[in-house]
């Protein structure tokens, strides 16, 4: 059995408390921590969990084998490093650490460290849909990819949410993804920006990102965090000898007043329920298998930070940003995407 601790019990610290609980085997919920210690209190007495009062003492339990980082972004570079102290596998909501650097002092520390701990939580590799996609990719059926149309839309944002976070909260799944799919990395950003919608306050909403990839491949990604219908996730690969999209993924058609109507999911806890049941168990049982995690690695963390950096620099400029990775260290090769 391996006994997580978690530390940020929001949303997503929740649903995936949820799913280590009453869905995934082999795992157990050990320790919470929250700053907000109401909700720790709430949601670890609701599993017996021991409820600790700082993200470090969650680290240092020794009834914690590995730990789950699903706090706010700008706390995870603070909680992964402790984690890698302790020498303890981490598995780190997206993004790995809100900039490249604090993402490239976490690949520093764990390549000093000698051996992955890291994991970080692109889900979308591990959703079944994706994964057919990448497959009917590789099998050579559409011939050389040319192009890949993308849509991230939310129905609506917190109020937090601000203008650049379409880019680093929002697209770097795109991000991620492309890398991943098309196995390269993406070699500049762009971004335009259409008129306005009305739903989405001070926001520019919506943005088209355009990537390059290093090989030439076009990727655009519609990002419309204001969409108002529901949580809508788009992906088309034009390749030279046809193409492949996700398909509908509702379960269900619902036939009534002449009408055949396909219930849109509504929000990410929904569309990727099965991929983030996926994500976590397939890491617990590696843990269990080799002690060392197979998924999105630090290095994907931070080549999606910087590649998201350059898409900032981009919105603000208007102008294309190249992307420039540091050098790839040696832990990392032949690794993950
Ligand atoms: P949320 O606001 O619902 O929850 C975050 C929790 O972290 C809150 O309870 C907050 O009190 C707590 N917190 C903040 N600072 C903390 C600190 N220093 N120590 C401990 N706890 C702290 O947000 P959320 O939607 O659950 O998002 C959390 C993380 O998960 C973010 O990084 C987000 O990008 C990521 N996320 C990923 C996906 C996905 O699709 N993979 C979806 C949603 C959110
Ligand atoms: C959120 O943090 C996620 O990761 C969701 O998957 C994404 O759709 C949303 O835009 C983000 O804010």
Redesign the pocket.
């Known amino acids: 059995m391996l006994n997580v601790g978690v530390?940020?019990?929001?949303?997503?610290?929740q649903d995936h408390i949820r799913r280590m609980t009453t869905v995934l085997s082999g795992v157990a919920v050990t320790a919470v921590?929250?700053?907000?210690s109401a909700?720790a209190a709430d949601v670890g007495g609701r599993i017996g969990a021991t409820v600790h009062a700082t993200?470090e003492d969650v680290v240092a339990d020794p009834n914690v084998d590995a730990v789950l980082v699903?706090?706010?972004?700008p706390?995870?570079e603070q909680y992964v490093l402790a984690a890698i102290a302790a020498g303890k596998p981490v598995f780190c909501?997206?993004?790995l650490a809100t900039t490249q650097d604090a993402c490239l002092r976490i690949v520093e520390a764990e390549v000093a460290y000698g051996s992955r701990l890291v994991q970080v939580?692109y889900?979308r590799r591990f959703d079944f849909a994706y994964r057919q996609l990448k497959l009917t990719l590789e099998s050579g059926e559409i011939g050389s990819p040319l192009m890949m149309h993308c849509a991230h839309r939310n129905a609506s944002v917190p109020p937090f949410y601000q203008k650049e976070m379409a880019i680093t909260?929002t697209a770097v799944?795109e991000i991620d993804m492309v890398r991943w799919m098309f196995g390269e990395e993406i070699a500049a950003a762009r971004v335009l920006v259409p008129r306005k919608s009305r739903n989405g306050g001070d926001l520019q909403d919506p943005l088209l990102l355009i990537l390059e990839m290093a090989s030439g491949v076009i990727v655009d990604v519609e990002l419309s965090v204001n969409i108002r219908y529901g949580y809508d996730i788009r992906g088309e690969i034009v390749g030279e000898d046809g193409t492949a999209a996700l398909g509908s993924l509702s379960p269900l058609e619902i036939r009534t007043a002449k009408q055949l109507v396909t219930p849109v999911p509504a929000d990410?806890r929904e569309r990727?329920l099965q991929a983030y049941d996926v994500e976590l168990q397939e890491w617990v049982h590696a843990l269990a298998l080799g002690g060392r995690p197979l998924g999105p690695t630090a290095w994907d963390g931070y080549a999606a930070a910087v590649v998201s950096d350059a898409g900032v620099a981009a919105l603000r400029t208007g102008e294309r940003v190249e992307v420039t990775l540091a050098e790839q260290p040696k832990l990392y090769l032949g690794v993950s995407a």
Do not use: A, L, N, Q
């Open positions: 530390i940020g019990t929001g949303m997503i610290g921590s929250d700053v907000d909700v993200g699903c706090s706010w972004g706390t995870h909501e997206k993004p939580g889900m909260d799944h990410w990727f």
